[in-house]
């Protein structure tokens, strides 16, 4: 695996290869790797040629500055992981190198998607992910961008940015990767007591509960269920909701656009995301 720290050195290799008919993967973190971001790895080399990965905490998305400060890093055992799972190439550049002196601040017109679910709790995350992802696709010239389905607005959120900025890449999609208990993988499940994480396999049960009851019961009734069995296992529940693919509004009757259930919810001050399609699209 090479490692690239500055901009014009692996863009300039890439391009090289790019010229040589080879297809790039691209597989962007913030470190802190488990294997749900391994799977993206194994899944860019499955398609692609050369499979690229970078790491940078991006300080635009947190709105919270603690959150920023607890990010964990790990970089040497990140890039073990990495080099085992065969990844060709990790960009690790400085925050200057994303955000030179010359840097100009856009501001994307995501619409509704920037107003709900993440984007009414964490304002400006959104943005800032735009902003991060538009410049890591102008240094990293790939063909496939990776991405996990469980940050499920995150896919949709930049699969606007790539429409709005016309950029010609196509977006995939990937399973969320789980633990043994359905926890979905997360780079925040290393901040979780051992109490905290037995509690938090609740979160992937209510997701099935909710499967479960749809066609059942109304919707209004499985949000208040799901809500109130999270909160009698102790966590602060920011929403339970239930959209279509492209997470607008629903009805009780959907079945032609598809359902997807989605929870955020924090325990002790450890915030958790998850979601599940719980009705597939009919094609």
Do not use: W
């Amino acid at each position: 695996m090479i490692i690239f720290k500055k901009e014009v050195d692996v863009h300039a290799f890439l391009l090289n290869k790019k010229q040589e008919k080879q297809t790039i993967g691209f597989v962007p973190t913030m470190g802190a790797l488990h294997e749900g971001h391994i799977s993206l790895i194994h899944k860019s080399k499955s398609i692609n040629t050369l499979t690229v990965c970078s790491i940078f905490v991006n300080p635009t998305q947190f709105n919270n500055p603690q959150d920023f400060e607890k990010y964990p890093i790990t970089i040497d055992e990140d890039i073990l992981m990495l080099e085992d799972a065969g990844c060709d190439v990790l960009f690790l550049p400085s925050t200057h190198e994303i955000y030179p002196d010359h840097f100009v601040k856009i501001n994307y017109d995501l619409g509704y998607l920037e107003t709900i679910l993440e984007g009414k709790y964490r304002p400006g995350h959104f943005q800032g992910v735009c902003m991060v992802v538009e410049r890591l696709l102008q240094i990293i010239p790939c063909d496939v961008l990776f991405l996990g389905q469980k940050d499920y607005q995150q896919c949709m959120v930049i699969d606007k940015m790539l429409s709005l900025r016309k950029m010609n890449v196509e977006l995939n999609i990937a399973e969320t990767i789980r633990e043994a208990d359905g926890l979905a993988m997360s780079s925040r499940n290393r901040r979780l007591s051992p109490e905290e994480r037995t509690q938090s396999a609740v979160i992937f049960k209510t997701l099935i509960e909710i499967k479960d009851k749809i066609g059942k019961i109304p919707f209004d009734s499985i949000i208040a269920d799901s809500k109130k069995n999270l909160e009698d296992f102790g966590f602060d529940v920011d929403y339970v909701e239930l959209k279509d693919y492209y997470l607008h509004p629903i009805e009780n009757d959907t079945s032609n656009k598809g359902i997807v259930a989605l929870i955020a919810a924090t325990i002790n001050n450890i915030r958790l995301i998850d979601n599940m399609i719980v009705v597939e699209k009919n094609r």
